[in-house]
């Protein structure tokens, strides 16, 4: 099984293929157009990963590393993901996006997390959870 993914520059889903379609449980009208690639991956991987992994397959033509994702109903399972950048008319003009390969593994994946990731992941949930708990925020801080 090998799950083929392409977002657009914001990480908007633009394509998946059958095998996505069945590794991670949503079909492709949920998807496509309506969802971000971020919604397969824990908040903490996303922060912490995802900007330096794009940053590399920009720079090298292509990332490869081992993950772990979330299928619709919240199961976890492993993969070696392949990034690729993609241009809509050829290398030569700017990019539009990028390109996800991803293969489920058996080996178990565990993603390190920083206590720094936590805590803007921490912090930027209570700034969207609304007037009060915003409001509490500086509270806690002092």
């Given amino acids: 099984m090998k799950s083929v993914i392409t977002c657009d520059m914001e990480g908007v889903i633009e394509t998946i293929n059958e095998d996505g379609v069945k ?31 794009l940053s590399n397959a920009i720079k090298h033509g292509e990332y490869n590393t081992k993950t772990y994702f979330l299928n619709k109903n919240g199961k976890k399972f492993n993969v070696r993901i392949r990034i690729t950048p993609t241009f809509a008319k050829g290398k030569n003009n700017p990019q539009t996006g990028y390109c996800g390969v991803s293969v ?19 912090a930027f949930a209570i700034t969207r959870g609304g007037f009060t708990s915003a409001s509490l925020f500086p509270i806690f801080a002092v």
């Fill in 23 to 53: 590794l991670f449980g949503y079909s492709k009208e949920e998807l496509i157009g309506k969802k971000r690639v971020s919604l397969f991956s824990p908040g903490e991987i996303v922060i912490q990963n995802v900007g330096m992994w």
């Fill in 104 to 122: 489920p593994i058996e080996e178990e994946v565990m993603v390190p997390i920083r206590f720094s990731t936590i805590f803007i992941k921490w």
